[in-house]
């Protein structure tokens, strides 16, 4: 019998494997999700709404349109494209390598500190810095990026800005609250203590919510398992809970569905859809 893998050799490494290009395009991709993220976390966007665009600027445009359909997914928005005049949106900073210059300067590095901070300084063609009688080179300091408004939708990071488009149009905002209906069902099928496979009768009810099932009806269903949607009560609810669509309020219900009723998934043997990454 084979040798269990946790008993196994660690594999060796195959260097004509390692692809460096690409590793830095995915860190670039990282390091986008990871500032657009934190737009949505300081401005209160949930994950799960889609925006607009996202705009990227300090990053190659091949870059962007090679991984655009990841950016897509990873920050939930529909168009992705490269951000004009990113200068508009940050301010450069010189960030002193404080503890390198200190072993070379000694007592001068606060009179360096203080003409950098008072912006008395000079960049030379070699990149190095001179300011209050003292170089420094290039490794001894480094641009940082920061955001001129925090109000604004803009984050940076080295090189890297990013904005997110964050003006939904209806069609969006539709979007959003059936992301946020469908967070709920979920919920209550847990709270209802459901198998993966159990199918469902759902109820949806409240001011607006006629709208939303025509354009997302059968998707809700397609993730919740159920064989039916209805906009009225049932008589025997297993769980029941609201959420907040825009301005107004749903109740919603789940119920057991007869065993007579096939549902999303029935023509392959019952094997339940995966569900969607929420954002």
């Known amino acids: 019998s084979r040798q269990s893998v946790h008993l196994a050799e660690w594999p060796a490494a195959r260097p004509e494997w390692t692809d460096e290009g690409l590793a830095g395009e995915m860190a670039a991709v990282r390091a986008i999700v990871r500032l657009a993220r934190s737009i949505r976390e300081r401005l209160r966007i949930k994950h799960r709404h889609p925006l607009p665009a996202l705009y990227v600027g300090g990053v190659d445009s091949s870059v962007l349109t090679a991984h655009a359909d ?24 010189v960030w002193l390598n404080t503890p390198e210059l ?29 300011a209050a009688g003292v170089v420094a080179h290039p490794d001894e300091y480094s641009h940082r990026m920061n955001v001129a408004d ?5 984050a940076a990071q080295g090189s890297v800005v990013v904005l ?15 992301r946020d209906l469908n967070r709920v069902i979920q919920d209550l099928r847990k ?9 469902i009768v759902l109820s949806i009810s409240g001011s607006g919510v006629e709208a939303l099932l025509t354009a997302f009806g059968p998707w809700l269903m397609e993730q919740a398992l159920a064989v039916a949607v209805t ?7 297993q769980a029941t809970g609201s959420v907040r669509l825009g301005s107004a309020s749903a109740h919603v219900e789940i119920g057991f569905a007869s065993s007579d009723q096939p549902g999303p998934g029935a023509e392959s043997g019952g094997v339940a859809p995966e569900s969607p990454r929420e954002f």
């Open 191 to 199: 709270r209802a203590r459901l198998r993966y496979s159990d199918r």
């Open 102 to 130: 200190g072993k070379r300067l000694k007592q001068r590095l606060q009179a360096l500190q203080a003409a950098v901070a008072a912006g008395d300084y000079v960049i030379n063609p070699d990149g190095s810095l001179h």
């Open 70 to 93: 990841l950016l897509k997914q990873e920050v939930n928005v529909k168009h992705v494209d490269v951000l004009l005049e990113p200068g508009r949106y940050v301010t450069s900073t």
């Open 164 to 178: 997110l488009d964050t003006m939904r149009d209806d069609s969006l905002r539709l979007e959003g609250d059936a």
């Open 150 to 154: 925090e109000g604004v939708a803009v």
């Open 231 to 237: 906009t009225t009560r049932l008589d025997e609810p």
